[in-house]
């Protein structure tokens, strides 16, 4: 070690990535207990790492006007997979540092190893830190496609693997898992903290002065708990989340931070027995086989960038066994499916508090947009009443604390694209701007949870 350097220790959650000087039980800012770890820093190390990453803007460091600033959309590398491009935001960004993060099992070695095989007209060095180069090679051979222009290298020491993609000099490099990998300017076991933080500073350096993308694999488990993911999401210049219920065969990736494109893109693949396959038209999967007549459930419109998703919103309300009532949910915030039964306790004179509520998205889809309440509503009730709602139906709109039902954006192509897979009815917010009519489908406006309630279930 050089002479006066400092070593200090600082905090991260594991959870949000937050920052404190010194241990916390609970991380101020999620909210998360027992998620701080530790992580060493030496001064000087710091002040390099800052030179590093401002010399990755180039050898022309000086001040500009934007139009002296060359750029070129052409140069985005098409992975020849049109979901995955779509998701990056038109092709991947040479340059840039992806970050590929899902629990284990969920797919993630399988997307990144059928890529370069499906598109050898990228040249790609898949480094596996996790399995050995015979067994990615039985997992190509499952997957089929072209290995002519893939390298497989099976190393974890990070330096070794810079140097030898220099050699390479490939067009795209996969590094699976950053668990795995360790950087030797770092002493701590792989996986902690600092090595995560060193490997990835290490490789988003590499990546900016060579101008070769980078797609790094990171584990997150359920809770967040292992460090990882969560911190590099800051680093990264891109983030793709891989979810889904690892049991059933279908699997969401989803875009959570794109320096380079829009986020909250999602693209929906199916598992198979040769690897992953796009379901170029998630709606129809997500909307139920069975026939009319099930209470309980309610079609969603939502936005998924700016492509709007067909799904199915299922609810099951039964009287509570216990003496408090339980209220889950799989893919919806819990804390906004009780604010939206409270709004039907104290607005619409529902008494669902004695009840237990159970909430589920159909095709392990985690959902955020508030366009989802209307049907997060009507699913709740349609199962209290248990009275099917028809099929035909499907719903958009934010319901606010008062009862009343809000408009959303992009009412518009919500409303086409009901009518496109063949719906006949659309409730939205009477405050609604749109004028919107498609096909046969009717346009229903709705003014508050009471008015709706009446025209459904009355
Ligand atoms: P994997 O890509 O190894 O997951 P990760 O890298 O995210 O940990 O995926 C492993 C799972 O995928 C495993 O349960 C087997 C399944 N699988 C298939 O069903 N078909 C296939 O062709 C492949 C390669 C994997
Ligand atoms: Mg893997």
Request: hydrophobic share 40%; glycine share 10%.
């Amino acid at each position: 070690m050089a002479q006066g350097t400092k070593t200090k220790s600082v905090w991260f959650c594991s959870n949000c990535g937050n920052e404190a000087p010194k241990w916390m039980g609970r991380c101020p800012a999620c909210g998360e207990w027992n998620t701080m770890v530790e992580h060493k820093v030496e001064s000087g190390v710091q002040k390099s790492r800052a030179a590093g990453r401002s010399a990755a803007a180039g050898d022309d460091r000086r001040p500009m006007r934007l139009e002296e600033i060359s750029t070129s959309s052409a140069d985005r590398i098409s992975l020849g997979s049109a979901e995955v491009d779509r998701i990056l935001g038109g092709g991947l960004v040479p340059g840039s540092l992806v970050l590929v993060a899902g629990e284990p099992g969920i797919g993630k070695s399988t997307l990144s190893l059928q890529i370069p095989l499906g598109c050898p007209s990228v040249r790609t060095l898949y480094v596996t830190g996790e399995e050995s180069a015979g067994q990615v090679k039985m997992r190509a051979e499952r997957l089929g496609g072209d290995s002519s222009n893939c390298l497989i290298y099976s190393e974890t020491q990070i330096e070794k693997i810079i140097s030898e993609t220099v050699t390479v000099a490939p067009d795209l490099v996969v590094v699976d898992s950053v668990q795995t990998m360790f950087a030797e300017s770092a002493d701590s076991l792989p996986g902690s903290v600092t090595q995560i933080k060193e490997v990835a500073a290490a490789l988003l350096r590499f990546a900016k002065e060579s101008g070769i993308a980078v797609v790094l694999i990171g584990h997150i488990t359920k809770d967040g708990y292992i460090a990882g993911p969560k911190i590099l999401e800051h680093i990264v210049d891109v983030v793709l989340q891989f979810e889904g219920e690892n049991r059933g065969s279908y699997r969401i990736l989803r875009s959570i931070k794109n320096r380079f494109g829009s986020t909250s893109e999602l693209a929906v693949f199916e598992m198979t027995g040769s690897g992953l396959r796009e379901v170029s038209n998630p709606s129809e999967l997500l909307i139920p086989m069975h026939e009319q007549g099930l209470s309980g459930t309610a079609i969603s419109v939502m936005l998924d960038g700016i492509r709007p998703l067909l799904f199915e919103v299922q609810a099951l309300v039964s009287s509570a066994v216990y003496g408090t009532a339980q209220r889950s949910a799989t893919g919806f915030d819990v804390r906004r499916l009780n604010m939206l039964l409270a709004v039907l306790e104290k607005r619409a004179g529902f008494h669902l508090s004695a009840k237990d509520v159970f909430l589920n998205m159909a095709g392990g889809l985690k959902v955020s947009d508030p366009a989802c309440d209307l049907a997060v509503i009507c699913a709740v009730l349609s199962s209290n009443f248990d009275f099917a709602i028809p099929a035909d139906c499907c719903f958009a709109g934010e319901v606010g604390l008062s009862g009343e039902i809000r408009p959303v954006g992009q009412t518009d192509r919500r409303i086409t694209e009901a009518a496109r897979l063949g719906f006949r009815k659309i409730f939205i917010s009477s405050f609604s701007k749109t004028e919107g009519s498609a096909g046969d489908i009717r346009v229903v406006r709705v003014a508050d949870v009471p008015s709706l309630v009446k025209l459904l279930f009355k």
